[in-house]
């Protein structure tokens, strides 16, 4: 490749704060996508779908690169995030299947569930580097290169208006977006710096800690397992809490150290068996393309603790990210912590935000 910007390329981050900034003139605010971050650089023929991670991408998404050699300028380099749709919602855990390593499976999955490229930068067209140039120039050059949207590669809305973004920010969490990023007018590209501005969704819900892992340094807890019943009774795993400070890592392992129990007597005890032998509950230690080579075993607990953490949303029946652990809940019974008190965002149709 011959580009004024060539990879690979560390993309621009974005810092998380409590609220929306109000608009005081310099913001531009747009939706937070909730997909796998690239960057794609064409040339030509040639095309390289670079990671946020700096690896490539380009082999799992045979689909996207037939869709930037037929929608994208002959010579650009485009930041945004690869997506996957069902319906009218965005789909992660379906996105994180097309990371495959056998070339027929990755050729499959292209066909079956096509992933989208959803634009929201401009980092070089043609000859012309526009790292250094502000944002909003970067943004209005980025538009003239689209034309009647509904391809795969789609252009992501943005506003000035502080009213419009607050409400994109509720609205728009039922088609699996999950915020909003907020960015300066100024701003030039700086590669792997949070420069950027992102605001995200917090809830709360009580769950029932089931077991923890040791933390990597030693005998501590390194992670609460929680857990949540489903309409039947059946505790599944739904995610880990586990930003803790490293005197509080050993004060916890005391705390739950009188609820220590056998695999044998716990719920998740045949966490080592194959998923088939109980498809429909959700328990720690499966090892997928993702935790391979980690060590997923933990120490069992008899699930009668219950705490309060922060989450921002839901990925089907689980947290999407590490949830924050809030407080104790001694008043709550493990029975009562049920799926049924999560909130559910209003359903939003994937089109009509694109099309905005």
Known sequence: ?????????????????????????????????????????????????????????????????????????????????????????????????????????????????????????????????????????RRARLRELFGEPGGSIRLTPVTDDFERASEWFEMFEGAGLDGIVVKPRDLPYEPDRRTMFKVKHERTADVVVAGYREHKSGPVVGSLLLGLHDDSGRLHHVGVAASFPMARRAELVEEVKPYLTEFAEHPWGGWMAEAADQPAQRRPGNVSRWSAGKDLSFIPLRPELVIEVAYDHMEGDRFRHTAQFRRWRPDRTPESCTYEQLESPTSYDLDDILAR
């Open 1 to 137: 490749m011959k580009l004024p910007v060539e990879p690979p390329v560390a993309p621009m981050l974005a810092k998380a704060i409590k609220g929306m900034p109000p608009q005081d003139g310099t913001l531009l605010y747009e939706p937070k996508w909730d997909g796998f971050r690239c960057i794609i650089f064409r040339d030509g023929d040639e095309v390289y779908l670079g990671s946020r991670n700096e690896r490539p991408f380009t082999r799992y998404f045979p689909e996207l690169v037939e869709a930037v050699l037929a929608e994208l300028p002959d010579r650009v380099v485009v930041d945004g995030e690869i997506v996957l749709r069902r319906g009218q919602e965005l789909d992660f855990d379906a996105l994180q299947q097309r990371i495959h390593p056998a070339a027929s499976r990755v050729k499959m999955l292209s066909e079956q569930t096509p992933a989208s490229f959803i634009a929201f930068d401009l980092l070089a067209h043609g000859d012309d580097n526009l790292m250094d140039t502000p944002f909003g120039e």
